[in-house]
């Protein structure tokens, strides 16, 4: 066969810290290796996206657009990748189209390089408006299949799938496999059949926490797959991915060759080995996330939709009913019209399930977002509700069947308006658009560092100096 060699994405920047220690790797963390990570030809570097918004201005007091912006002049060589969640972005929404847009522009013009669009449902409905953007600001657009198994998820659906992505405008396709439910030889078959329908890159994303990942990806990678997602050791396996090294050091000398230098990944793992140490001291990675937990192939719950269980459970003091939680959940996600369990989606059909059985009574008392699911506002579900659930949960609401995003007025002047008296910088409508509860917090913050430093520097410049 022709040699095809492998394409690597590095996740460590974004979905491993995220996996792992809840996206709590800060900037100054980062900085001092990324001259390393540049010399290393890899096909993008995952790095903003996803959580990592949040978490900047939740938790680590950063501007997630000066991380952005750092890292696009730490890593000049490199592509920039980030995860967003089609018309929610990275909040928990959907927003208009025009907030869309402005997003999609701003992380362009900060540095992005390839944008990985995916929707919860995989509803391409919710995938048009970020993609023409990203496609109009010449970014390269990965279109992303939600994995998941139920009985309407199957190879042919994914195939049209992957086929609307690419006419949507798609420049790869990922198979997003969020809770590590690829098996072996499902892997390849899927891959396969992809490769029949398109004719752009094939990247497979699969997250270890079954212990299927690597072989998953070995079988994906001979079936025709071009890029995988890994992480360097340290902060591979459990939750996270598999390991870069170990992927490079599989394929060295085959066909699949990644052309990566295991000696400048070493110096990479050294780095991150020392970090990963300080975080098992402080105990913000914690063991049940570093294992392997097989018990996903049964329950379909991702890691993060399972701390976050956890931690609902144990609020309530009730982590004695967490296999009961467990067993809920398939039955919720029927009810529910089989949605894929990935953000926010895990998070609505987590929380409902947690209600059930703390409450002792099925869909007693039902959350906003879970009547939001069931109207139509996340999208069409994979699979119809059922009219006497619809009715049981909605009363005599009527569900939605249009797009939901156009029945939402432009919002990008409103946010303007609301968030003026924070801003800094125009990035910061959309930070405040993400999170209005917690921006104004962290605005007030950095406002006032900002503030006192340019008054230090006002107080200097007026006082005389000697030369």
């Given at each position: ?188 078959d899927l891959v396969s059949k992809l490769k029949e329908v398109v004719d752009i890159p094939v ?235 917690v921006a104004p917090k962290f605005f007030e913050k ?22």
């Amino acid at each position: 066969m022709a040699k095809k060699p492998i394409k690597i994405t590095e996740v460590v920047l974004r979905d491993a810290h995220q996996s792992l220690l809840a996206t709590r790797m800060t900037m100054d963390e980062m900085r001092p290796i990324l001259p390393e990570m540049d010399k290393i030809p890899y096909f993008s570097v995952e790095c903003w996206g996803g959580a990592t918004f949040d978490s900047c201005i939740r938790f680590l007091d950063e501007d997630p657009w000066d991380r952005l912006r750092i890292l696009r002049k730490e890593l000049p060589h490199q592509k920039l990748q980030m995860l967003f969640r089609g018309q929610n972005m990275l909040g928990y929404r959907p927003y208009a189209d025009d907030a869309v847009e402005y997003f999609v522009q701003k992380s362009v013009a900060n540095g992005i390089d390839v944008i990985r669009i995916f929707d919860a449902l995989n509803d391409a409905r919710n995938l048009q408006t970020a993609i023409k953007a990203a496609n109009k600001e010449g970014a390269h657009v990965q279109g992303c299949i939600s994995y998941t198994l139920s009985p309407v998820h199957n190879n042919e659906y994914y195939q049209q799938y992957a086929k609307t992505l690419q006419e949507m405008g798609a420049s790869s396709i990922c198979i997003k496999d969020m809770a590590g439910l690829l098996t072996p030889y499902a892997c390849s078959d899927l891959v396969s059949k992809l490769k029949e329908v398109v004719d752009i890159p094939v990247d497979i994303h699969s997250h270890y926490t079954a212990g299927l990942a690597s072989m998953s990806i070995l079988k994906g990678i001979e079936a025709g797959a071009d890029i995988v997602d890994t992480a360097i050791s340290p902060l591979s396996i459990g939750t996270s991915h598999m390991p870069t090294e170990s992927l490079v050091a599989a394929l060295q000398g085959t066909d699949y060759d990644t052309g990566l230098d295991l000696n400048q990944l070493n110096v990479v793992r050294s780095y991150f080995a020392k970090l990963r140490d300080k975080y098992v001291t402080s105990g913000q990675i914690s063991h049940k996330s570093l294992g392997v937990d097989a018990n996903t192939l049964l329950y379909q719950v991702p890691g993060g939709m399972f701390s976050n269980m956890l931690n609902q459970l144990k609020e309530a003091g009730k982590e004695d009913k967490l296999d009961e939680v467990l067993a809920e959940i398939p039955r919720v996600r029927e009810d529910a019209g089989y949605p894929p369990l990935v953000t926010p989606t895990s998070q609505i059909v987590g929380t409902q399930a947690v209600f059930n059985v703390i409450l002792g009574e099925r869909y007693k008392m039902v959350t906003k977002e879970f009547k939001g699911l069931v109207h139509g506002d996340y999208g069409k579900t994979p699979a119809p509700i059922s009219e006497e659930f619809t009715k049981k949960i909605l009363g005599d609401e009527q569900p939605i069947t249009c797009r939901f995003a156009d029945t939402l007025e432009p919002e990008v002047e409103k946010l303007k308006a609301e968030a003026a008296k924070y801003v800094m910088q125009e990035e910061d409508v959309l930070t405040y658009a993400m999170f209005p509860q917690v921006a104004p917090k962290f605005f007030e913050k950095r406002n006032a560092k900002m503030q006192g430093i340019d008054a230090d520097h006002a107080d200097y410049a007026n006082k005389s100096h000697p030369v």
